[in-house]
C-alpha cells in the first residue's frame, strides 16, 4: 500500500510540473503588446494552469496521506480540467484558423485585411467603444516609434519583415500610394484612392492608422500568431496530462483491487 500510494503521489506531481507550460503560455502572451491590450486570452489559461496545479497538489496530498475523499476529488476536478483544456485547445484552432496576408507590390513585408479573420475574432475589434479602449493602449506603445530608429531610407524599410502589427497600424496601405519620409511619416498623393484607411492615414504621431481597418486586421494577424504558438504549447501538455491521469486512473484502481483481494483473502484465513 505505502509503494502504491508513493507512486500514485509521484504522478500528481508530475501533473502538477505539467501545469506550469500552461500558466507559463499564458504569462507570456500578457506581455505581448498585443494581448496585454486586448486582454482576451492569457488569463483564461493562467486560470486554468493554477487551476491544474491545486488540484494535481490536491492529488498529491491525497495519495500522500492517504485520503481516499482528496483522491476522488482529484480525479473528477481533473477530468473536468482535462475537457476544459481540450475544449481551449479546439477553440483556439477554430478561430484562428482563418486569416492570412498579402503581398504588397515592391515591398517585403505583408499587409493584412480584416474580412480574412473569423468572425468572432472581427468582434473583439470591431465597435468604436471595444476599439477606442484598444486603440489608446497600443498608441501609448513604442511600438511604431521604434520603427524610425531602425529604418531611415525607404528601399530598407520595403525590405523588411515589419510585424503584422507595425505593417497595419504604423504606416498607410501600399495602395494608397503615399510617398515614404520615414516609416511613420508619409506624404500624402495627389489624389487618395477611395478606401477609407487611407483617409483615415495621419501623420501624427499619436494616430498613425489606429483607426484604419488595416490596423485592427495586422493586430489580429499577430494575436492569431501568438495565440497559435500558446495553443501548440497547451496541445502537448493535454497530451501528457491525459497520460498521466490514466496512469494515475490505473495506480489507483490497482491499489483498490489489491485491498479488495487482501481483505478477500483474510475473510477465508
Avoid at 61 to 82: C, D, E, K, Q, T
Avoid at 133 to 157: G, H, M, P, V, W
Avoid at 202 to 210: I, M, P, R
Wanted: charged share 15%.
Amino acid at each position: 500500500m505505502a509503494l502504491s500510494s508513493t507512486v500514485i503521489a509521484s504522478i500528481n506531481f508530475v501533473a502538477m510540473l505539467l501545469s506550469i507550460p500552461v500558466i507559463a503560455a499564458g504569462i507570456w502572451l500578457s506581455v505581448q503588446t498585443d494581448n496585454s491590450c486586448v486582454k482576451l486570452l492569457q488569463w483564461p489559461v493562467i486560470v486554468l494552469g493554477i487551476a491544474i496545479l491545486v488540484v494535481a497538489f490536491a492529488g498529491f496530498v491525497g495519495a500522500f496521506w492517504r485520503m481516499p475523499w482528496l483522491l476522488l476529488f482529484y480525479l473528477v476536478a481533473m477530468f473536468v480540467l482535462i475537457l476544459l483544456l481540450a475544449s481551449l485547445v479546439i477553440f483556439i484552432y477554430v478561430v484562428t484558423n482563418r486569416g492570412e496576408a498579402h503581398l504588397a507590390p515592391g515591398r517585403v513585408y505583408l499587409e493584412y485585411r480584416l474580412e480574412d479573420y473569423s468572425g468572432w475574432l472581427r468582434q473583439r475589434v470591431q465597435g468604436s467603444h471595444k476599439w477606442d479602449r484598444i486603440k489608446k493602449c497600443l498608441s501609448s506603445t513604442s511600438t511604431c516609434a521604434e520603427l524610425n530608429q531602425t529604418y531611415r531610407e525607404a528601399q530598407d524599410f520595403f525590405n523588411a519583415r515589419i510585424s503584422p502589427l507595425e505593417s497595419g497600424c504604423c504606416k498607410p496601405p501600399t495602395q494608397c500610394g503615399y510617398t515614404f519620409v520615414n516609416p511613420t511619416y508619409w506624404i500624402s498623393p495627389i489624389s487618395i484612392t477611395f478606401d477609407m484607411d487611407c483617409v483615415l492615414w495621419s501623420n501624427n504621431q499619436t494616430q498613425l492608422c489606429y483607426s484604419c481597418s488595416s490596423c485592427k486586421a495586422g493586430l489580429l494577424a499577430n494575436l492569431r500568431k501568438e495565440w497559435r504558438r500558446a495553443d501548440l504549447i497547451l496541445v502537448v501538455t493535454l497530451l501528457a496530462l491525459i497520460c498521466v491521469f490514466v496512469m494515475g486512473c490505473y495506480a489507483l484502481r490497482t491499489t483498490r483491487t489489491g485491498e479488495l483481494f487482501r481483505r478477500y483473502k483474510q475473510g477465508y484465513t
